[in-house]
């Protein structure tokens, strides 16, 4: 179903909350949804590796990686691998790299900014955890809206 983040703002006001945080998009899919799971990390991508390396199921995955824009998380081998597996999107309060080859994958993309410097890859973080940033607080198992004018969080599907 197509659907405009500001009409789920309008017609939901009392149960869905506003990032306010002006992320970048990255993927060939501007429009997104899904059930949400979870990363926190910081400057480390193994963990999301292995994350996106399993069933998403239409989920999308939102990454705390605390705002870092020091290395890329996310590039366009594991975006492809997260394709593959069927996730939704993907978004990253964090840096992305190869931006080219993102832009061409059947995927919605959301990230801070770019960077070509690649993560460590020690498997630090933790998965399936409230995370929180741009005023909102994203549980595992919310459901997030993401269009070109941002995205909001739900408890519940709106469709």
Request: hydrophobic fraction near 45%; include cysteine; glycine fraction near 10%.
């Amino acid at each position: 179903m197509d659907f405009l983040a500001s009409d789920l703002v309008d017609a939901h006001e009392a149960t869905v909350h506003a990032c306010t945080v002006q992320f970048r998009q990255f993927g060939a899919k501007s429009r997104f949804h899904g059930p949400v799971r979870t990363l926190k990390t910081l400057e480390d991508n193994a963990l999301l590796r292995q994350i996106i390396s399993s069933p998403g199921n239409g989920s999308v995955l939102v990454v705390d990686g605390e705002g870092s824009l020091r290395c890329a998380l996310l590039g366009d081998m594991m975006a492809g691998i997260a394709v593959q597996n069927g996730w939704a999107g993907l978004i990253l309060w964090a840096a992305v790299r190869d931006t080219v080859a993102l832009a061409n994958l059947d995927i919605g993309i959301k990230a801070l900014g770019t960077n070509p410097v690649k993560s460590r890859k020690t498997g630090y973080g933790t998965a399936d955890i409230p995370v929180r940033f741009g005023d909102v607080t994203f549980r595992p198992g919310d459901w997030v809206y993401s269009d070109e004018d941002g995205l909001i969080v739900s408890p519940t599907a709106l469709f």
